[in-house]
């Protein structure tokens, strides 16, 4: 007879733990505080268009992502497109994202592209993280590239991005999204990116159906409040209708949630998760009537644009209008981050006018702003020493979230594989 199990978080890893927890034979109770499953990952109707507040795409090594949509008969629903990235620097928009591009790029000596290329190319090629783990990202990049490709290439991306954070980064963090990226191509010159029919969403709500087929339950609008330890074992959890009893609590929401939901584990382990940093953010989306740019990438480099890149989604995936994020990341702490939506989406109007001229007022037809406090968590050197394990030391308590699979960045993918893994873990 399988195990009832709580599982915090229905996110792409929190779903993920309930799938596999629900195929496996145990009853898995999925605890959401939002009205809808996904996390970062959820829908919204923007005006008429169901789709994700944050962007998200897909890469060919995305091998969790791509197994899970086979077992759900959704891999039809899979498509890969060559896409273009593009670098707006010195004023103007710049071709990026190959050897041709990086060698036409106006604005660098060909010393300082020379050994740009280099890095990537090394970089690309490497497997073993580890010797990386410890390692200054911005002293790694700085070392290999220069201080004229960083200054152009690199800095603006990390101030924009990290903040006061740039200076404490692990270069095995930086290195995973480089290979990341770098390892979707299928040649030297195109870049080859996936988007699944209807978004996100198809995923989501593909898990959510099997998890209720196979005996699962979604339990949305109801926030755990606490995790309920007694002499060292889980004895359930507490939500605002009453507490309910389980032996095993599988929690994937942020590890800064964790001291206010579990009070009563250790405190070296509560200064552990307390001690967690994470970078939140403000994504503008925008529909246009017309393009921004051909690009799905485009890096930004500009002293009046406080953004390290613009997402122009529609040139990935194919829709109506043309449809674009903008990610605004700082520190939650940060006096930019409790400023008006207006401020933000004033910002963005003003930055797609000056990439594209031939925009006006009339062409933006929709623009809203989502935020999202713990959007990115802090991979500073030597991360997982910094942690717990994602077991506890209390009986039947799992912990994790995005950060725990470090080096690699959060994705959906490896959210996916790293809930399944805890799952069958955790069920054991």
């Known amino acids: 007879m399988g195990k009832k199990i709580a599982v915090l978080g229905a996110g792409p890893m929190g779903l993920a733990v309930a799938y596999q927890l629900a195929r496996d034979g145990h009853h898995p109770v999925v605890y959401e505080a939002d009205d809808r499953i996904g996390g970062m990952t959820a829908a919204f109707d923007f005006s008429g268009l169901k789709i994700e507040r944050y962007y998200h795409f897909h890469c060919i090594s995305d091998h969790a992502f791509l197994k899970v949509l086979d077992e759900l008969n959704l891999s039809d629903k899979m498509n890969w497109v060559s896409t273009k990235m593009g670098y707006w620097y010195l ?93 979707s191509r299928y040649s030297l010159f195109k870049e080859r990116l996936g988007y699944l029919e209807g978004g996100s969403e198809t995923l989501l709500q593909g898990m959510y159906s099997d998890i209720k087929k196979n005996g699962g339950e979604v339990r949305l609008k109801t926030p755990v409040t606490k995790v309920i330890i007694e002499n060292g074992s889980v004895k359930g959890v507490a939500t605002l209708h009453g507490m309910e009893q389980f032996d095993t609590v599988i929690s994937t929401i942020p590890l800064p949630y964790i001291p206010k939901v579990m009070p009563d584990l250790p405190n070296e382990i509560l200064a552990q998760f307390k001690s967690v940093k994470n970078i939140a953010v403000v994504c503008v989306i925008v529909k246009l009537r017309k393009p921004l740019t051909d690009n799905f990438w485009l890096n930004t480099n500009d002293p009046e644009m406080d953004i390290p890149g613009i997402v122009e989604y529609s040139n990935l995936r194919p829709l109506d ?16 981050f409790s400023e008006p939506d207006d401020a933000f989406l004033k910002k963005v109007m003003g930055y797609f006018k ?33 942690i717990p394990n994602a077991k506890l030391p209390v009986n039947g308590l799992w912990v994790a979230d995005t950060s725990y699979y470090y080096p690699e960045d959060r994705g959906i993918s490896e959210s996916i594989d790293f809930g399944r893994k805890m799952a069958q873990d955790a069920a054991k």
């Open 91 to 183: 004023n103007q928009l710049q071709d990026w994202g190959n050897p041709i591009a990086l060698l036409k790029f106006r604005g660098l000596s060909l010393m300082a592209k020379f050994r740009y290329g280099l890095h990537a190319f090394f970089s690309i090629k490497r497997d073993d993280w580890k010797p990386l783990d410890k390692v200054d990202a911005v002293k790694w990049i700085q070392r290999w590239v220069g201080p004229e490709a960083y200054e152009v290439l690199w800095r603006r991306l990390f101030d924009y991005k990290f903040y006061e954070y740039t200076s404490n980064l692990s270069a095995a963090w930086i290195w995973s999204r480089i290979r990341r990226i770098g390892r």
């Open 321 to 336: 209008h043309s449809i674009v994020y903008v990610p605004f990341y700082m520190p939650g702490d940060h006096p930019k």
């Open 354 to 386: 000056k990439i594209n001229p031939d925009l006006v007022d009339e062409d933006f037809l929709d623009i809203r702003a989502s935020r999202y406090r713990y959007a990115q968590p802090i991979g500073v050197p030597g991360y997982l020493e910094t």
